[in-house]
């Protein structure tokens, strides 16, 4: 199975995207690097509205996380809850 990845501007609101990442994939890895962080997962990863939303302390749509995006890899299934990230074969 292969990884998929997000990497996100090192900034104070993606960093409640990156709790709420590893909260919901607690196998997931997170790397920090200049200016980015990225998290990667074998399979799947899922970032899901509900999570985000708690950590922030706000509501959140799931078409902000492209604010913040800098780079995926994987096929991309989103709609109103929930972005997901996974190979498909």
Do not use: C
Not at 20 to 49: C, F, K, W, Y
Request: proline share 2%.
């Amino acid at each position: 199975m292969s990884k998929v990845y997000i990497a996100l501007q090192d900034n104070d609101e993606s960093r409640y995207i990156v709790e709420a990442i590893e909260e919901s994939n607690p196998d997931s890895t997170v790397i920090h690097q200049p200016a980015m962080i990225r998290i990667e997962r074998e399979g799947r990863l899922v970032i899901e509205r509900a999570v985000v939303e708690e950590k922030m302390g706000r509501d959140w749509d799931v078409q902000e996380l492209h604010i913040n995006l800098i780079t995926l890899g994987g096929n991309v299934d989103e709609d109103d809850d929930q972005f997901v990230l996974e190979w498909k074969q």
